[in-house]
């Protein structure tokens, strides 16, 4: 069974900086691209981050050979806090095609 989980989050004060995972795991024979997509309160899901997007505060990696995803957020800001899910885009057993899959979400909190 496929899984996504991350990790990293946390509380930190403004300015501070994180770096969140994201480990895909279980029958996995593909992945085409990972991402991430946080979800504010009272907000809509709105894109992070993608595998060859560039960002000024916030840079994505991928390992490819850990099917593992980050993301390190720096100069991090109370309006950058936010329930952070990661993404990937993967051919799994016993899907044949690809899906997208998603990951349980990791809290971040920035303080003023």
């Known amino acids: 069974q496929v899984q996504l989980v991350e990790s990293g989050g946390g509380l930190v004060q403004a300015g501070g900086s994180l770096r969140l995972s994201c480990v895909a795991s279980g029958g996995i024979f593909s992945i085409n691209t990972m991402g991430w997509y946080r979800r504010a309160p009272g907000k809509q899901r709105e894109l992070v981050a993608t595998i060859g997007s560039a960002g000024s505060r916030f840079t994505i990696s991928r390992d490819n050979a850990k099917n593992t995803v980050y993301l390190q957020m720096n100069s991090l800001k109370p309006e950058d806090t936010a329930v952070y899910y990661c993404?990937?885009?993967?051919?799994?057993?016993?899907?044949?095609?690809?899906?997208?899959?998603w990951g349980q979400g990791t809290q971040v909190t920035v303080s003023s």
């Open positions: 993404y990937a885009r993967m051919t799994a057993w016993p899907h044949a095609d690809e899906y997208d899959y």
